[in-house]
């Protein structure tokens, strides 16, 4: 089993509840046990900084599934989830973004797949909920809990539980 990091986002929708779902989806047909999830956070938009603000997770899973196995999972995911990376605009809307994080200690750079994510450390979004659920693990050498200390957290705040 390989412990794996995937970060949730979306700003289309009922994002909460398509989380919900899609970690279902997730742990059902990758065939993996959710180990911790994380709150869930509104954050500024990134990148198309002229949109709504988006809702982000991080979750562990512990899967059998190879790394590009997984990611072909997460985007059929994406796509059973109303996105469409064919025609959407880089960095814009989507109902739900599923990004592989880290796989286990693996370290890939192929073009269809980078591990660890090569930008996690910039992003805030990212390091917030996974500082949550996993503060000390190291990742290419760092803890989200020191990378996060050397960001801005701004505009991020953490959502009350659903019920």
Same mark, same amino acid.
């Given at each position: 089993?390989?412990?794996?990091?995937?970060?949730?986002?979306?700003?289309?929708?009922?994002?909460?509840?398509?989380?919900?779902?899609?970690?279902?989806?997730?742990?059902?047909?990758?065939?993996?046990?959710?180990?911790?999830?994380?709150?869930?956070?509104?954050?500024? /938009?990134?990148?198309? =900084?002229?949109?709504?603000?988006?809702?982000?997770?991080?979750?562990?899973?512990?899967?059998?599934?190879?790394?590009?196995?997984?990611?072909?999972?997460?985007?059929?995911?994406?796509?059973?989830?109303?996105?469409?990376?064919?025609?959407?605009?880089?960095?814009?809307?989507?109902?739900?973004?599923?990004?592989?994080?880290?796989?286990?200690?693996?370290?890939?750079?192929?073009? =269809?797949?980078?591990? /660890?994510?090569?930008?996690?450390?910039?992003?805030?979004?990212?390091?917030? /909920?996974?500082? =949550?659920?996993?503060?000390?693990?190291?990742?290419?050498?760092?803890?989200?809990?020191?990378?996060?200390?050397?960001?801005?957290?701004?505009?991020? =705040?953490?959502?009350?539980?659903?019920?």
């Amino acid at each position: 089993m390989a412990s794996v990091l995937i970060a949730l986002g979306g700003n289309v929708g009922d994002v909460r509840q398509t989380f919900r779902k899609a970690i279902a989806n997730i742990c059902g047909m990758a065939q993996a046990e959710l180990l911790a999830r994380s709150s869930d956070y509104t954050t500024p /938009p990134w990148g198309d =900084e002229n949109q709504a603000r988006f809702v982000n997770a991080c979750i562990e899973i512990d899967t059998r599934l190879d790394p590009h196995a997984l990611l072909f999972t997460l985007h059929k995911i994406e796509k059973k989830f109303g996105r469409d990376r064919g025609t959407e605009k880089r960095w814009g809307p989507r109902t739900l973004d599923l990004d592989l994080i880290a796989y286990d200690d693996a370290i890939l750079d192929k073009p =269809e797949l980078t591990l /660890p994510h090569p930008r996690l450390f910039e992003r805030a979004f990212v390091l917030v /909920p996974l500082a =949550e659920i996993a503060p000390d693990r190291v990742i290419a050498g760092r803890t989200a809990a020191k990378a996060l200390a050397n960001i801005s957290t701004a505009g991020i =705040e953490c959502l009350p539980d659903l019920h």
